[in-house]
């Protein structure tokens, strides 16, 4: 139905910047808001959210990252972008994105789709 293909991760000095892409792709009618989780190492980690994107690009973040992180998305291109600059060792994780969309034989549904997951890692 949809895939969504993150890329950019990699590993990073602390300080450095990296710049995360998610592209969704398929029987796409329209996606609403595009939300970037990320799960660090260890056991019982959660997931947590980073940032988030609507349509219309009013963006929120979570706190460990506001003022960091930056989301935006081109919406002809149904990609999703993350700039992540300063980062921190605890920015270790890796980054999901997800998408809330509406699918061309079910546009009056929104459903959630998960992409496969990129690794940050940050060196201190």
């Known amino acids: 139905q949809v895939q969504l293909v993150e890329s950019g991760g990699g590993l990073v000095q602390a300080g450095g910047s990296l710049r995360l892409s998610c592209v969704a792709s398929g029987s796409i009618f329209r996606i609403n808001s595009m939300t970037w989780y990320r799960q660090p190492p260890g056991p019982g980690q959660q997931r947590e959210l980073v940032?988030?994107?609507?349509?219309?690009?009013?963006?929120n973040y979570g706190d460990s990252v506001r003022g960091r992180f930056t989301i935006s998305r081109d919406n002809a291109k149904n990609t999703v972008y993350l700039q992540m600059n300063s980062l921190e060792p605890e920015d270790t994780a890796v980054y999901y994105c997800n998408a809330e969309v509406q699918l061309l034989l079910t546009t009056h549904l929104k459903t959630h789709f998960w992409g496969q997951g990129t690794q940050v890692t940050v060196s201190s």
């Open positions: 940032a988030s994107i609507t349509s219309a690009g009013s963006s």
